[in-house]
């Protein structure tokens, strides 16, 4: 029997489908990938539910999925640095490589990216799926195809510290404790953090949190942003040094300046409404650094060290499992907010 290519397809809001498309073929530089596992991230399934983010907008049909590990079954023309059979993580983010941001290290930043899952580009939540063999990163044995896939997001934690300067001794509040705010808190513990508060406005989500190695919790109650970071200043015994803001709602963001002490720095990674009333005067005179983040870049081979040195531990994050033939369940499971992250296997039983 020929391979077939069972695909995930977003035709359009609330309209996924499971179709049998061609297996690709790798072309130069390319190699063909016989997908393992997929993550299921908020955007693909906020594209399945509301048909755009933003400026992102689904105007034909498109394959979903972006945090994947595969294995590849087929090298294209000149591609020297894998073989078939390697294990591998995917960064599913391919920039022009040849602008100035490209050149200059900040890949993230292209303005000609094709990232999978966002229009117009396909995704990889497939049988089988072709990438440039320089986005795949070879996985030693000892780390898993669902620990190659938690690479995307755990890449997320990387820069966003990065960009935090989260160091040795570091206080660190991390507001929302979703998949985001998770890879933020291993990743600040790993690399020497003292202490690491983390908020939310769900128990279950900050219980998790504890487990996860978060010194301490906030319950998010009411929107009064001064009283929570009183909390914060409390439980700390001081305000934080860093705050990274992975919810995107607007009081969140609110309670993440006044929270950080004169001189510290606030991350945005949480996406939320485009125009927040915040207190800036108050950032400003105190010399609270805002920062924002887009995905990362170059962080993809630290995070798959952190992981297969033992660093961090993703392996608990991973709730629910299901097969490809399964995925709209998985989909509908992700949308009921059930779990934390789910992971979807495309390998052939
Ligand atoms: P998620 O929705 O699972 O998690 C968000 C968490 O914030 C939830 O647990 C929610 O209960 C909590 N929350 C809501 N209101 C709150 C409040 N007032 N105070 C504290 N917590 C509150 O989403 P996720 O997958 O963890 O992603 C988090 C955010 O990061 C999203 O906005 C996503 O779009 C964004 N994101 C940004 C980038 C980037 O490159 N900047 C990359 C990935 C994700
Ligand atoms: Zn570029």
Redesign the pocket.
């Known amino acids: 029997m020929a391979d077939t290519n069972l695909t995930a397809i977003l035709y359009k809001k609330d309209d996924l489908r499971l179709e049998d498309l061609p297996v690709p073929e790798p072309g130069p530089g390319q190699v063909q990938l016989c997908m393992q596992q997929v993550g299921i991230?908020?955007?693909d399934v906020h594209y399945w539910t509301h048909g755009e983010i933003g400026d992102f907008v689904v105007k034909a049909p498109m394959v979903l999925g972006h945090e994947a590990s595969a294995v590849v079954s087929k090298l294209g023309p000149g591609v020297t640095s894998l073989q078939v059979g390697d294990r591998v993580a995917i960064e599913p983010g391919v920039p022009c490589r040849v602008c100035s941001y490209c050149k200059t290290g900040h890949y993230n930043l292209c303005l000609d990216m094709k990232f999978c899952a966002t229009p117009p580009y396909n995704g990889n939540l497939a049988r089988f799926y072709v990438h440039d063999a320089d986005f795949c990163f070879k996985l030693p044995d000892n780390v898993s195809f669902e620990e190659g896939a938690m690479l995307e997001?755990l890449s997320?934690g990387v820069?966003?510290c990065n960009r935090a300067n989260v160091r040795l001794g570091s206080k660190v509040l991390i507001?929302?404790?979703?998949?985001?705010?998770?890879v933020n808190l291993v990743t600040a513990k790993a690399r020497g953090a003292a202490q690491v508060v983390i908020?939310?406005?769900?128990q279950k989500?900050l219980d998790f949190a504890k487990s996860m190695g978060a010194d301490a919790i906030i319950k998010?109650a009411s929107?009064d942003a001064k009283a929570?970071a009183s909390q914060v200043e409390e439980v700390l015994g001081s305000l934080a040094d860093v705050t990274i803001e992975?919810?995107?709602?607007p009081?969140?963001i609110r309670?993440a300046i006044y929270s950080t002490r004169s001189g510290g720095c606030v991350v945005?990674?949480?996406?939320?409404p485009d125009l927040v009333e915040l207190p800036v005067v108050n950032a400003a005179v105190r010399e609270v650094d805002i920062r924002?983040?887009?995905?990362?870049a170059n962080c993809y081979p630290t995070a798959l060290a952190m992981v297969a040195s033992g660093k961090v531990n993703l392996k608990p994050m991973i709730t629910h499992r299901f097969t490809l033939e399964r995925s709209i369940e998985a989909f509908e499971t992700a949308k009921r907010?059930e779990g934390v992250k789910i992971m979807i296997s495309c390998s052939r039983e």
């Open positions: 991230c908020g955007s997001p997320v820069h966003a507001c929302g404790a979703g998949p985001i705010g998770i908020t939310d406005i769900d989500r998010v929107p929570i992975c919810s995107g709602a009081p969140s309670t945005l990674v949480g996406l939320g924002g983040i887009f995905r990362y907010g």
